[in-house]
């Protein structure tokens, strides 16, 4: 009991990684429609721009000038590569993404060189026992780091004017114009956003690990969340991420007792099992919106 | 006073769509827009309120001006600053805000009298403020054209380009859109009012325009317009009863010659 107790929190805790790059995807995508696969990239670069000023600024002021660098640079990005593609086909902007990603993890990789570069996290690997259940405290860490940063997006889209112009242009772009909301802020601030939540993602991810060259790899499993959440739903995306985090988890705990004929690391490819079962019986995913409509 | 001079409208840098129109609405007058399908009438509002760049138009010509100013090279948020708004064909909500929601989208460029323009909005239309909560989308057809007029009243817009409201709603709900119209404008904004509906848009507007394939062909005074003889049969379907017919006064297009030439 203590056993699934530990691993499904030790799941919340890296499925609240995964939720975090879920909802930079599905802000995009929900902005644009257009699946920007630059996140692994800007997550990768969230964590060794902390990396590098963890030195200096120490850890919390690290990550805050982390995010908000990472944020400038999706805003950067946007501005300078996709703007002009906006109007042109979804699958040519979703393959510059693609081409953004990989030229942009080229120069990083520069930055991290051959050795792993530690973020300097106050967590490390140390365990904390709650109520009789052991779990690492990053995990905990990572668990309600996000869950204050998706209260804060939540209410932000729910109640403030730019959030309530962003779904507006999300669902209509010509009528939002007419209402005189600038399309073109909206899209800006969904770049930074994505780029500000991928960087958050990146320095959770490095926690007691620290970065190489292979990390951004993690970011491949919000695709899976996305998915399973339905491509266009914030909730879905949390709802997602964690979903793949504990299940990613349990896997790895239980999988060698109950069915070792898998192999070894099967819990790395179970986020993508995970979504093809769903896939097979919501094409939608969990909670894509249905379209609303008077009968 | 919202004057356009001479506009050419290109669309894809090919279809010419407006050819040299001109037109002015005066403040606080109610200015009628007649034309068949594919006249222009669309685009001309589009122009105005710099909404071309969607569609991949173009002013090429001529000029929109705001008391003077020109505009057409303003994009859209900074024409509706100025105080011109648009009310899209076909409603265009967004279904999935709520009718509360919807109205503060229309706000967005004059966030510091939501409070007033809301109830301003609820009283000009008590229907919205019944289901405020409510999701849009599932509003009826005649919820919908109100919420889409409340919306662009939000931001207390000096001139409402009205693209026909009165598109698939019954009868009476025409009626009752038609006395909004009158209401709204006695309230100090000035209407353009574009419309297939000629009867509903001559009975409210002090002056009308006709346009055809691209140009204005006719500009008059609505009290004129509504006794002219070519607009009555093909606007208003009101042949001249009585009088035998021939095939040769069914020729249309014969007559309509006569303006475009």
Do not use: C
Not at chain 2, 146 to 170: F, I, K, Q, T
């Amino acid at each position: 009991m203590k056993e699934l107790l530990s691993s499904t929190l030790a799941g919340l805790g890296q499925g609240s990684v995964y939720a975090l790059l879920a909802l930079g995807f599905v802000i995009i995508y929900k902005s644009m429609r257009v699946i920007s696969f630059a996140q692994p990239a800007l997550m990768l670069a969230g964590a060794v721009l902390v990396s590098y000023l963890v030195g200096p600024f120490g850890f919390i002021i690290a990550v805050i000038l982390g995010v908000v660098g990472i944020a400038l640079l999706g805003l950067g990005l946007e501005r300078t590569v996709i703007r002009p593609m906006v109007g042109k086909p979804v699958f040519v902007v979703a393959i510059i993404t693609l081409g953004i990603d990989i030229a942009l993890r080229v120069v990083i990789n520069g930055f991290i060189g051959t050795d792993v570069r530690q973020v300097g996290d106050p967590w490390g690997f140390s365990r904390v026992s709650l109520l009789g259940v052991t779990v690492q405290e990053r995990y905990i860490a990572m668990f309600l780091t996000t869950a204050v940063v998706i209260t804060v997006l939540f209410a932000f889209f729910k109640y403030t004017r730019l959030g309530l112009a962003t779904r507006a242009a999300s669902y209509d772009q010509e009528t939002a114009l007419a209402q005189g909301i600038s399309v073109s802020t909206v899209f800006a601030m969904a770049w930074a956003i994505a780029g500000g939540l991928a960087a958050i993602a990146g320095t959770f991810v490095a926690t007691g690990v620290g970065v190489d060259q292979q990390l951004w790899i993690i970011a491949l499993k919000a695709l899976p969340a996305i998915i399973l959440g339905g491509l266009d739903s914030l909730g879905g995306a949390v709802v997602g991420g964690l979903t793949i985090g504990v299940v990613e988890s349990l896997i790895a705990t239980y999988q060698s007792d109950f069915a070792p004929w898998l192999g070894d690391n099967f819990s790395v490819v179970s986020p993508y099992v995970v979504m093809l079962l769903v896939l097979l019986v919501k094409p939608y995913g969990l909670f894509g919106t249905k379209e609303v409509e008077r009968v | 006073m919202l004057a356009v001079r001479n506009l050419e409208v290109v669309y894809n840098d090919v279809i010419l769509v407006l050819r040299g129109v001109s037109l002015d609405v005066a403040d606080g007058k109610i200015v009628a827009l007649l034309g068949a399908n594919g006249a222009g009438k669309t685009t001309l509002l589009r122009a105005i309120s710099g909404l071309l760049d969607v569609h991949d138009g173009e002013v090429t010509k001529g000029s929109v001006t705001l008391d003077g100013e020109p505009i057409h090279r303003h994009n859209p948020a900074k024409i509706v600053r100025l105080g011109v708004k648009q009310v899209l064909e076909g409603r265009r909500i967004f279904a999935e805000l709520s009718v509360d929601e919807n109205l503060r989208t229309g706000a967005h460029t004059n966030a510091k009298h939501v409070r007033e323009n809301l109830d301003r909005v609820y009283s000009l239309f008590p229907v919205l403020k019944e289901r405020h909560k409510g999701t849009a989308g599932y509003l009826s057809g005649g919820e919908q054209q109100m919420l889409a007029m409340g919306r662009a009243l939000m931001s207390n817009p000096r001139y409402l380009l009205l693209d026909e409201p009165s598109l698939g709603l019954a009868p009476l709900l025409v009626q009752q859109v038609r006395d909004l119209i009158v209401e709204i404008n006695k309230q100090g904004t000035t209407v353009l009012l574009v419309e297939q509906n000629a009867t509903m848009a001559l009975s409210v507007a002090e002056h009308g325009y006709v346009m055809e394939t691209g140009k204005i062909v006719m500009d008059r005074p609505a009290k004129e317009l509504l006794d002219d003889s070519d607009i009555r049969e093909f606007y208003l379907g009101l042949g001249a009863e009585g009088t035998a017919k021939s095939f040769r006064d069914v020729k249309h297009y014969k007559r309509r010659k006569r303006w475009l030439s």
